[in-house]
């Protein structure tokens, strides 16, 4: 008797040892274990109160759930961040395999390993006695990128390192941010198609999660919206307070006031009602996600945005959409970060005629009222220079005063064209008050004679060499890299630097400022960013090659890329897009009314002129005086007439480039 009640304590024991863990949810763990360990509820336990969309979505990444693939597309100012976080927790405390975690880039994991991994591991108990300690000398011990613990282990990488995306086998992947992540890696291929091979060998099986998460960016090339699109398309409804129907609140509906307190409320689109505000958490909280289109071979992608989030308010979304709807730029940043939507680019090419119609009557190289810093960009080509020189003003406005094409061999940097191009970059341009200035910054584009470009870029002090890069994730100005061969093949201990261009985006920007409507519309006034030009553009050659490319979608390996073709000669296209980048470097658009007013005075223009205004705008531009002989015309783009040297010298300027050539 005793006996048999031994081996049956024993079998008792041996089986509670191989019994499966008791299922419990990624939802119940960490609202039980979870301690977050930044943001407002830092060392508190993981709650979904003000995140009530976010179970659904935990729900789906669970081991027992049957998708295999997760999608969310979201906007900054939900939450999401620890979404993530919560997952592969839960992984090492109750689903432990080996799992890994692709940021953009390595230094970006190591972020997020320093500033939000670590320290929930540290502040959870249940992880920090899983998860094996750094210091430990064994080789089954933690790195700060590779969490080893019972069962598995959590690999940190960038989506930039080709090592760890070709050499593990994981069971669980995270792709954070992934729109940010580069499409050929060091021309090896695509990391996202490197990161699914990770997981091939539990196709069969169908034991395997792959969570992708991300702000989205520009439409068609945006992976997170073509994820979301290729998913069952869930958006997170909220019922009415007022007659009880479900909707996904959408922006167009939010009503506001154009001045602070802004008063915020929602139209409800079934009875028309107003909502205010203080009805929105009840709202939330009662919400529902419906799948918009749901079938066969969809798997789960959600949509969430700051008009559902808790974390935010309608009225600082609706500050931040009218600090930001007359700028190009700011308004895409509005779309992708508080709208959660990619931000779909015009690509077809203004018409030009309209801008030949809409052209101005001020003097060419003359420096019209508002304008105050001065820019100039070249093309290269083999048989002459195209150039433009733009004066910018404040909120990014920007005239065309003097453009042309100076013919001449180009390989020789002490040929004769390059001395013609000596001549523009000591040019000085004439202001209304008879005061001249030389142009503030040049660049020489170095795709075609480089090494002439170089050499004569690297003479002046206020010209830079730049080189133009396609793609939709450049800066406009990026980091510069040093080119330390001189033309004549010398090695140069300080070379000179070469700036990369990010084009693509710039060209979109163009194109939205091209599109605005002014005063020679219609307009009460000339709207932030709008592009003046002068009537002396008697031929319409500059405005056809200004709009001469346009965006075309193209089919790369199954993805589709939009990119931008050229229709025809474009170099004074190429121009002002350099110009454009200038203008960033030199911070026209980050400048206050205080910065503005500082440099009128600098420049002594009166304050009142400096900012553009209608009576400013209806003054002569430049004083009879002023006017001089044109030089030589090209036959195919007739050259605007010069200014005479200013009457007056320019006042001496400290500081307002300095530092940008590194």
């Known amino acids: 008797m005793a006996r048999k009640t031994t081996l049956s304590l024993i079998a008792g024991a041996l089986a509670m040892g191989i019994a499966p863990d008791p299922v419990v949810s990624p939802v119940a763990w960490a609202k039980t274990n979870l301690i977050v360990a930044d943001g407002p509820h830092a060392g508190h336990k993981w709650d979904d109160a003000l995140t009530p969309y976010l179970p659904d979505i935990l729900d789906c990444l669970a081991p027992d759930h049957p998708c295999t693939r997760v999608s969310v597309r979201k906007s900054a100012q939900t939450g999401l961040s620890q979404l993530g976080i919560v997952w592969t927790m839960f992984i090492v405390a109750c689903a432990p395999a080996k799992a890994m975690v692709v940021f953009p880039t390595i230094s970006s994991v190591q972020d997020f390993n320093r500033e939000k991994l670590t320290p929930t591991i540290e502040s959870t108990r249940c992880l920090r006695n899983k998860v094996r300690e750094q210091r430990s000398r064994s080789a089954q011990g933690s790195t700060a990128l590779n969490k080893r613990f019972p069962g598995g282990s959590l690999i940190l990488t960038g989506a930039n390192s080709s090592a760890d995306l070709r050499s593990k086998t994981v069971k669980f992947l995270f792709c954070d941010e992934i729109d940010e992540w580069p499409f050929d890696l060091d021309g090896q ?34 992976r997170i919206d073509a994820s979301f699109e290729a998913g069952d398309q869930r958006y997170f409804q909220v019922p009415c307070p007022h007659c009880g129907e479900y909707q996904r609140l959408v922006f167009k509906n939010l009503m506001f006031d154009k001045v602070w307190p802004f008063n915020a409320r929602y139209a409800c689109a079934h009875c028309g009602s107003l909502i205010e505000h203080h009805h929105k958490r009840a ?29 935010t308010t309608w009225d600082k979304l609706a500050e931040k959409f009218l600090s930001s709807k007359d700028d190009p730029q700011k308004l895409k940043a509005f779309v992708n970060l508080w709208l959660g939507e990619a931000w779909e680019e015009r690509g077809e090419a203004p018409e030009w005629q309209r801008l030949f119609a809409r052209r101005e009557d001020y003097r060419p190289r003359s420096i019209p009222m508002g304008g105050l810093i001065l820019t100039c960009f070249t093309d290269v080509q083999a048989n ?6 733009v004066a910018w003003g404040k909120g990014k406005a920007s005239w065309s005063i003097d453009i042309g094409f100076l013919p001449g061999e180009t390989a020789d940097p002490a040929g004769p064209v390059w001395r013609a191009l000596e001549e523009v970059y000591e040019r000085r341009y004439v202001d209304a008050y008879g005061v001249g200035w030389t142009i503030d910054l040049m660049a020489v584009d170095s795709g075609f004679n480089t090494g002439a470009v170089y050499e004569w870029v690297r003479r002046r002090p206020k010209a830079m060499a730049t080189k133009g890069m396609p793609g939709w994730y450049h800066p406009p100005l990026g980091t510069p890299s040093k080119q330390d061969v ?16 990010g084009t693509w985006p710039l060209k979109a920007e163009l194109y939205a400022a091209l599109r605005k409507d002014g005063r020679r519309d219609g307009a009460e006034e000339d709207p932030p960013g709008y592009c003046h030009f002068t009537e002396a553009l008697h031929d319409d050659g500059y405005f056809k090659q200004l709009t001469a490319e346009h965006l075309k979608d193209r089919e790369v390996k199954g993805r589709t890329v939009r990119e931008w073709v050229a229709s025809g000669d474009n170099h004074y296209h190429d121009c002002r897009i350099g110009n454009m980048a200038l203008a960033e470097h030199l911070g026209v658009g980050r400048m206050t009314d205080d910065d503005w007013a500082r440099l009128a005075a600098q420049r002594n223009v009166p304050p009142r002129a400096s900012q553009g205004d209608l009576l400013a705008m209806m003054t002569p531009a430049v004083p009879a005086q002023a006017e001089d002989r044109a030089e030589p015309e090209n036959k195919t783009m007739p050259q605007p007439a010069a ?20």
């Open 283 to 311: 709202m939330v909280q009662a919400g529902k996600w419906v799948a918009a289109c749901p079938g066969p071979g969809r798997h789960p992608s959600f949509h969430i945005d700051a008009l559902t989030s808790l974390l």
């Open 189 to 222: 291929g695509d990391p996202m198609e490197m990161a699914d091979a990770r997981q091939i060998a539990f196709h069969t099986t169908g034991e395997y999660k792959k969570f992708e998460c991300s702000t989205p960016t520009i439409k068609g090339v945006s």
């Open 384 to 389: 002459g220079l195209f150039y433009e020189t």
């Open 643 to 662: 200014a005479r040297q200013p009457v007056a010298g320019p006042p001496r300027r400290r500081g307002f480039v300095n530092g940008w050539r590194g």
């Open 486 to 501: 001189t033309f004549g093949g010398r090695k140069l201990r300080r070379g000179l630097l070469l700036w990369p261009i």
